[in-house]
């Protein structure tokens, strides 16, 4: 089963950081896409650019409304994912337990709906 595990943490904390370990948990998060590789998990991962950087797209009664960032007042922002393959929710957490991220922030594991007639399905 699909699992999306979205990262989240305080953006104006993690700039204060120093590089150092700013750079130390990229590469570690990078050796964990590569272990999960080898173990069939790894579907795709990336950081996300600042929440400052986006855009919310509405459509209400036919009319589309595109907004700016930032979007919620909240402590802790989306700040990347990682999509695996776990056999479990229990197995998934396990994954998410080694996400860097986890460890300055939070890691919230969310089970993919499978639709069939997608690409790539």
């Known amino acids: 089963m699909k699992y999306l595990l979205l990262v989240h943490h305080n953006e104006d904390r993690f700039k204060e950081m120093p590089e150092g370990t700013r750079k130390d948990m990229l590469a570690e998060s990078i050796r964990l896409c590569h272990q999960l590789e080898s173990?069939?998990?790894?579907?795709?991962?990336?950081?996300?650019?600042?929440?400052?950087?986006?855009?919310?797209?509405?459509?209400?009664?036919?009319?589309?409304?595109?907004?700016?960032?930032?979007?919620?007042?909240?402590?802790?922002?989306?700040?990347?994912y990682f999509l695996v393959d776990a056999k479990d929710r229990a197995e998934a957490i396990k994954i998410a337990e080694r996400v860097p991220g986890a460890r300055v922030g939070t890691v919230e594991v969310r089970p993919v709906i499978a639709i069939s007639g997608l690409p790539n399905e």
């Open 39 to 80: 173990k069939g998990q790894y579907i795709h991962a990336s950081p996300l650019q600042p929440e400052a950087t986006g855009t919310v797209v509405q459509v209400r009664d036919g009319k589309p409304m595109v907004t700016d960032g930032p979007f919620m007042e909240t402590k802790e922002q989306l700040a990347g």
